[in-house]
C-alpha cells in the first residue's frame, strides 16, 4: 500500500515537527514519527504498475499550480488508540485536485483505501497516532490548546510514501507547474 501525499513547506513542516517532538517528550507518543515528513494524506492505493502511477503524478503535478489551504483546530478520531490531529478545511482547489486524484488512480489501482473516497475524506494532518489510548487522550489536548492551529499552508507538490520495514519514507516527489518546454 503507497500513500499519494502532499508533504508540507519547510516552514510547517518544522511546526509539525517540533509538536510531534514534544508529544514524545512529554507523553511518550512516537509513533506518528513512522512517517518523519509532515504531510497531508490525499489517498492510500495498492498499485500494481509503479511506473504507470509515476507518470500520471508527474503529469498530474506539471498541470497543477500551487495552492493555500487552512488548518484550524485539533481533531480526533475516536478509537482503542485515538488519532489526534489538525484538521484542514476541504476547498475547491484541494477537492478538486483530491478528485481527480482518486477518480484516476482507482483506475489504476488493485484497492483504494476507504476513508479517501471523495465523500468520506476528512484531510488533517497526524499529531498523534498509533500509541495514543483514551487515557492520554485528555492531558494531550489540555497541552495542545496552548498553541495556535490557524494555519496558511501552500500545497505545491505530490508526493508517494511508501512502507519499508516500520516507517512510510519518500518513494518520489513531484512539484507542481513544472512544465517542461522543447524549443
Same mark, same amino acid.
Request: include cysteine; proline fraction near 7%; charged fraction near 20%.
Given at each position: 500500500? !503507497?500513500?499519494? +501525499?502532499? /508533504?508540507?513547506?519547510?516552514?510547517?513542516?518544522?511546526? %509539525?515537527?517540533?509538536?510531534?517532538? =514534544?508529544?514524545? $517528550?512529554?507523553?511518550?507518543?512516537?509513533?506518528?514519527?513512522?512517517?518523519?515528513?509532515?504531510?497531508?494524506?490525499?489517498?492510500?492505493?495498492?498499485?500494481?504498475?509503479?511506473?504507470?502511477?509515476?507518470?500520471?503524478?508527474?503529469?498530474?503535478?506539471?498541470?497543477?499550480?500551487?495552492?493555500? !489551504?487552512?488548518? +484550524?483546530? /485539533?481533531?480526533?478520531?475516536?478509537?482503542?488508540?485515538? %488519532?489526534?490531529?489538525?484538521?484542514? =478545511?476541504?476547498? $475547491?482547489?484541494?477537492?478538486?485536485?483530491?478528485?481527480?486524484?482518486?477518480?484516476?488512480?482507482?483506475?489504476?489501482?488493485?484497492?483504494?483505501?476507504?476513508?479517501?473516497?471523495?465523500?468520506?475524506?476528512?484531510?488533517?494532518?497526524?499529531?498523534?497516532?498509533?500509541?495514543?489510548?483514551?487515557?492520554?487522550?485528555?492531558?494531550? /489536548?489540555?497541552?495542545?490548546?496552548?498553541?495556535?492551529?490557524?494555519?496558511?499552508?501552500?500545497?505545491?507538490?505530490?508526493?508517494?510514501?511508501?512502507?519499508?520495514?516500520?516507517?512510510?519514507?519518500?518513494?518520489?516527489?513531484?512539484?507542481?507547474?513544472?512544465?517542461?518546454?522543447?524549443?
Amino acid at each position: 500500500m !503507497i500513500a499519494v +501525499t502532499s /508533504l508540507l513547506d519547510p516552514s510547517h513542516s518544522a511546526r %509539525v515537527t517540533e509538536l510531534t517532538e =514534544l508529544l514524545d $517528550s512529554q507523553f511518550g507518543l512516537n509513533e506518528v514519527k513512522m512517517t518523519p515528513y509532515p504531510h497531508l494524506t490525499l489517498l492510500t492505493a495498492e498499485i500494481p504498475d509503479m511506473e504507470e502511477l509515476q507518470q500520471y503524478l508527474q503529469e498530474t503535478s506539471r498541470e497543477t499550480e500551487p495552492f493555500t !489551504i487552512r488548518t +484550524t483546530g /485539533l481533531g480526533v478520531f475516536p478509537g482503542e488508540k485515538p %488519532v489526534i490531529y489538525i484538521p484542514v =478545511l476541504r476547498t $475547491s482547489p484541494l477537492n478538486q485536485l483530491h478528485a481527480r486524484l482518486h477518480r484516476d488512480i482507482s483506475e489504476m489501482s488493485s484497492e483504494m483505501g476507504v476513508y479517501y473516497n471523495p465523500n468520506m475524506w476528512l484531510p488533517h494532518i497526524s499529531l498523534a497516532l498509533g500509541d495514543t489510548s483514551p487515557d492520554v487522550l485528555g492531558p494531550v /489536548l489540555t497541552f495542545l490548546f496552548n498553541y495556535n492551529f490557524n494555519w496558511e499552508i501552500t500545497i505545491d507538490n505530490l508526493t508517494i510514501l511508501q512502507k519499508c520495514g516500520d516507517y512510510y519514507l519518500k518513494e518520489d516527489e513531484y512539484s507542481f507547474g513544472r512544465k517542461e518546454f522543447s524549443l
